[in-house]
């Protein structure tokens, strides 16, 4: 049997004890060693407070196998999960369920938060997992907030429609999920919002990486290699202008064979930032 969360299975024991210190208490209100019953009380919480890091210490042990119905969505959305080897699969799967287990998703409604469903954290895990497979941390630490809205939406800090942003400061990822799925599904045919949301989310969390230059010249080979002109992709994004390296690491894994082709140079800068184990 796989155990998926440890940390209810640490808390049993110390559960029971504390339940015998109640009954011990509800049949004699004077029994005299009750206040040891912070042990076991305090243990729970302990349990509760680093319930996430138990669990994930547990699961980066004992890693769990993906449900085939996520495999088969990898395979469907993922040219570049369809061309590795066994082991990096294997590797693919451990992470990207750690990922789904560490980090906090949110779906914003009209009036309330809705919870994501789980095959939709999964198609969205694949793009960090995608970005950091060959790098030693996958976990977009700085960013371990993903809220997802159904469409285009205003923000107080973009007060118009976008569809993508993303704070450091407050570790969030925002994007709308329309646009993600439309592209994940039809990559020919939309922009991926999702990459571009944790592009930006790379780059803020790596200053210190070597990114190449971004000349307005590039724009030009965005174009051949996407198929997206400039208007279509500032359009999806809802910008009037972008950072263009956000842009050039999105195709750079959503239009890899024809980045290659174009842009040979600078394929080599993301070659050694993606590539290379860090």
């Known amino acids: 049997m796989k155990i998926y969360k440890f940390s209810?299975?640490?808390s049993i024991l110390p559960a029971i004890v504390l339940g015998w210190f109640f009954y011990k208490m509800f049949i004699d209100p004077n029994f005299p060693y009750i206040a040891w019953?912070?042990?076991?009380a305090a243990t729970l919480a302990l349990l509760?407070?680093?319930?996430p890091q138990i669990d994930y210490w547990w699961l980066d042990k004992n890693p769990i196998e993906l449900d085939p119905e996520i495999t088969l969505l990898l395979e469907k959305t993922n040219p570049i999960y369809n061309r590795l080897n066994e082991e990096d699969r294997a590797k693919f799967h451990k992470r990207i369920y750690l990922y789904v287990e560490g980090i906090e998703f949110k779906?914003?409604?009209y009036e309330r938060d809705v919870d994501v469903l789980f095959d939709v954290k999964n198609m969205i895990a694949q793009v960090p997992i995608t970005m950091t497979l060959n790098r030693k941390h996958f976990l977009f630490k700085d960013f371990e907030h993903i809220i997802m809205y159904k469409h285009a939406f205003p923000s107080p800090v973009f007060q118009f429609l976008h569809t993508v942003e993303t704070h450091s400061e407050d570790g969030v990822i925002v994007f709308s999920?329309?646009?993600?799925?439309?592209?994940?599904?039809s990559p020919d045919q939309f922009y991926?919002?999702?990459?571009h949301a944790y592009a930006e989310a790379f780059v803020k969390s790596n200053p210190k990486l070597d990114f190449p230059t971004t000349p307005n010249q590039l724009w030009s080979s965005v174009e051949t290699i996407s198929g997206f002109t400039k208007d279509q992709i500032l359009g999806t994004l809802g910008f009037e202008k972008i950072d263009l390296l956000y842009i050039l690491i999105t195709i750079y894994f959503t239009h890899q064979d024809k980045f290659r082709k174009e842009l040979p140079e600078i394929i080599k800068q993301l070659d050694t930032i993606f590539e290379e184990a860090v």
């Open 37 to 40: 019953a912070i042990l076991p």
């Open 177 to 185: 999920l329309e646009h993600a799925e439309y592209a994940f599904f």
């Open 192 to 195: 991926n919002v999702a990459y």
């Open 8 to 10: 209810r299975i640490l």
């Open 48 to 51: 509760y407070l680093f319930q």
């Open 107 to 109: 779906s914003k409604g």
